[in-house]
T-cell receptor
Framework: GAVVSQHPSWVICKSGTSVKIECRSLDFQATTMFWYRQFPKQSLMLMATSNEGSKATYEQGVEKDKFLINHASLTLSTLTVTSAHPEDSSFYIC?????????????FGDGTRLSIL | AQKITQTQPGMFVQEKEAVTLDCTYD???????LFWYKQPSSGEMIFLIYQGSYDEQNATEGRYSLNFQKARKSANLVISASQLGDSAMYFC????????????FGSGTRLSIRP
């Protein structure tokens, strides 16, 4: 149980393109979803927290207009990297949690490797 | 200030030996949870084990156990009888009750198992 599906796994695109990444909870309803960014050999950096039906809460230093997050349903959140540039190249990984309890682990998708040429 | 500290950037261990990955944390909350995740080179994050701040017993899950020392604010992961497939990055993480949703990750330890 607790499977999170993230799509696509790899994206290579030209500078200036907008890229959408989907994160789905397959066998549970996710009250909260999270988006992380990870640079090579570094830890996960939380970008934003999204709750279904409300605006995402962005971490300090994360551009809201650059990284658009939509959490339209209890099983789907999307991250859109708008007008992507080479510096946006990174590994993006989403996670979801079913219950808002301190003992609940977050379940992660397999991540998306984004390369902007 | 760092909330989660993992002081071992990398470790090499002989196959079948036990290994301890260090993690210390900083919080003023009384209620919090501690997690360990494994990230293989393929990138996915695999949940390994959880320890609650009020749990009196150390958590165990198969070959994984958590050496929880609350007064010292440490939550070390112990892997018994290491296997080649244990080679990966390991992240310690914490969720504080006061911060509601967020899980904070440490910088990670890269574990390499030698045959």
């Amino acid at each position: 149980g607790a499977v999170v599906s993230q799509h696509p796994s790899w994206v290579i695109c030209k500078s200036g393109t907008s890229v959408k990444i989907e994160c789905r909870s397959l066998d549970f309803q996710a009250t909260t979803m999270f988006w992380y960014r990870q640079f090579p050999k570094q830890s996960l950096m939380l970008m934003a927290t999204s709750n279904e039906g409300s605006k995402a809460t962005y971490e300090q230093g994360v551009e809201k207009d650059k990284f658009l997050i939509n959490h339209a349903s209890l099983t789907l959140s999307t991250l859109t990297v708008t007008s992507a540039h080479p510096e946006d190249s990174s590994f993006y990984i989403c996670s979801a949690r079913e219950f808002d309890r301190v003992d609940q682990p977050q379940h992660f998708g397999d991540g998306t490797r984004l390369s902007i040429l | 200030a760092q909330k989660i500290t993992q002081t071992q950037p990398g470790m090499f261990v002989q196959e079948k030996e036990a290994v301890t990955l260090d993690c210390t944390y900083d919080t003023s909350d009384q209620s919090y949870g501690l997690f360990w995740y494994k990230q293989p080179s393929s990138g996915e994050m695999i949940f390994l084990i959880y320890q609650g701040s009020y749990d009196e017993q150390n958590a165990t899950e198969g070959r994984y156990s958590l050496n929880f020392q609350k007064a010292r604010k440490s939550a070390n992961l112990v892997i018994s009888a290491s296997q080649l497939g244990d080679s990966a990055m390991y992240f310690c993480a914490m969720r504080e009750y006061s911060s509601a949703s967020k899980i904070i990750f440490g910088s990670g330890t890269r574990l390499s198992i030698r045959p």
